[in-house]
């Protein structure tokens, strides 16, 4: 299984502050890798695909970058909606694994 | 719009079965894949397997095999899980998820359904 760790796990940072969580993959998956926003009590909410590819909806302070085994998701200015769990997924090869998440707190 | 509306929650005891369904609304059901993902409480997100609602064939994790089965109705454009012989490690929020464009990763997410196992 390809396994995907997230760094930090934790963050605390303040509105307005840009920040980066990166997600490195066991092996190469090309661009194979999505993001997700996950607030307590709720469903995921898919924000990126393919790397890079920003969701319709997904304010475009979030940015997706990374291919091969490095990858990394920016907000570039944080707001108040943004604190929250993300988790980067795997759509190389089944099982389709998550990072064990990175949670962003306010500062 | 696109809705998956899932079951409610479910409390089990170690052993038995748990059956949770997911009816999908707001698109063409069979034109889409979906995925069954948990999540135990405090923990992350783990993918269990995938359905294909217009032929039914199935593909699950390695770990789940064996007592994981994914079905659907395409009358009623309901997928169901059904997981057996379970343990209170399987105590967890269950998702269905929408497949992206065959792209297995996952766009519009039913609320959960909690299964709790406990004797």
């Known amino acids: 299984d390809i396994q995907l760790t997230q760094s930090p796990s934790s963050l605390s940072a303040s509105v307005g502050d840009r920040v980066t969580i990166t997600c490195r993959a066991s092996q190469t998956i090309s661009i194979y890798l999505n993001w997700y926003q996950q607030k307590p009590g709720r469903a995921p909410k898919f924000l990126i695909s393919?790397?890079?590819s920003l969701q319709s909806g997904v304010p475009s302070t979030f940015r997706g970058s990374g291919s091969g085994t490095d990858f990394s998701l920016t907000i570039s200015s944080l707001q108040p909606a943004d604190f929250a769990t993300y988790y980067c997924q795997q759509s190389y090869s089944s099982p389709y694994t998550f990072g064990q998440g990175t949670k962003l707190e306010i500062k | 719009q696109v809705q998956l509306v899932q079951s409610g929650a479910e409390v089990k005891k170690p052993g038995a079965s748990v059956k949770v369904s997911c009816k999908a609304s707001g698109y063409t059901f069979t034109s889409y894949y979906m995925h069954w993902i948990r999540q135990a409480p405090g923990q992350g997100l783990e993918w269990m397997g995938i359905?294909?609602?217009?032929?039914?064939?199935?593909s699950y994790a390695q770990k789940f095999q064996g007592r994981l089965t994914m079905t659907r109705d395409t009358s009623t454009s309901t997928v169901y899980m059904e997981l057996g012989s379970l343990s209170s490690e399987d105590t967890a929020v269950y998702y269905c998820?929408?497949?992206?464009?065959?792209?297995?990763?996952?766009?519009?997410w039913g609320r959960g359904t909690l299964v709790t196992v406990s004797s």
């Open positions: 359905i294909n609602p217009s032929g039914g064939s199935t």
């Open positions: 393919a790397a890079s």
């Open positions: 998820a929408r497949d992206f464009f065959s792209n297995n990763c996952f766009d519009f």
